[in-house]
């Protein structure tokens, strides 16, 4: 089976600063990565996924995250971050082939002027 | 854009009352799921289906059943409600494998 660890549950961070939301997987078998966002009062929304190839992947809003294999972990980052950034993140991982997500509790990005 | 349409956005119930939350889509997928979302626990698998009239259980499947008679809608069923059951639910559905999730905005269910 799979499991995820997002290592912080709240990042505060002010705007126009670069961010990272940390996430590690456990997994013995190859795996698909993503990363979704939820906005206030709202569903999830795919920012980016990871399934094979190049490590490094670009997603929306200016959004990426690095695939490394050695370290299990898939750490969203983004440069310079905006008030509309302040949202919860969640991490998930699948075992490669398989549909079914395992997502971890999710990180609470909250950004400030 | 695909669009995942979950009937009700909020509910309340009473213990011991059957419970159903309807979830449709509207692109042709094959896959869709039903997730719970607790604070501190993040979305937790209850069941899912990758085609008509297939379910499997997920994570935790107690104390719910699901239905699929038509690809484009997934119904969750509560059979006798319970407190502990109060939570978000959110449905979802993919084209296939890899492709991502589209969530619908989640049903947040309060049972008393």
């Known amino acids: 089976a799979q499991s995820v660890t997002q290592l912080d549950s709240q990042v505060p961070v002010f705007e126009e600063a670069p961010v990272e939301l940390r996430c590690n997987y456990s997994?013995?078998?190859?795996?698909?990565l993503f990363w979704y966002v939820q906005y206030p009062n709202q569903g999830l929304q795919l920012l980016l996924k990871y399934l094979s190839g190049s490590t490094l992947v670009k997603g929306i809003n200016g959004f990426e995250a690095e695939f490394n294999k050695s370290q299990t972990s898939f750490h969203l980052r983004k440069p310079s971050v905006h008030i509309s950034d302040t949202a919860e993140y969640f991490c998930?991982?699948?075992?490669?082939?398989?549909?079914?997500?395992?997502f971890g509790k999710g990180t609470m990005l909250l950004v400030s002027p | 854009d695909v669009k995942v349409t979950q009937s009700s956005r909020y509910l309340v119930k009473r213990t011991g009352e059957k419970v159903f939350l309807e979830c449709v889509q509207d692109?042709?997928?094959?896959?869709m799921f039903w997730y719970r979302q607790d604070p501190g626990l993040g979305l937790r698998l209850i069941y899912f289906?990758?085609?008509?009239?297939?379910?499997e259980k997920g994570d935790i499947p107690e104390g719910y059943s699901v239905s699929r008679e038509k690809k484009e809608r997934f119904s969750l069923i509560l059979e006798s409600a319970s407190t502990n059951q109060t939570s978000m639910y959110l449905c979802?559905?993919?084209?296939?494998?890899?492709?991502?999730?589209?969530f619908g905005s989640g049903t947040r269910l309060t049972v008393v």
């Open positions: 979802a559905s993919e084209t296939g494998t890899g492709y991502g999730y589209t």
């Open positions: 998930a991982v699948s075992r490669s082939g398989y549909s079914t997500l395992t």
């Open positions: 997994s013995s078998v190859s795996v698909y």
């Open positions: 692109m042709d997928h094959e896959n």
């Open positions: 289906s990758y085609d008509v009239k297939m379910k």
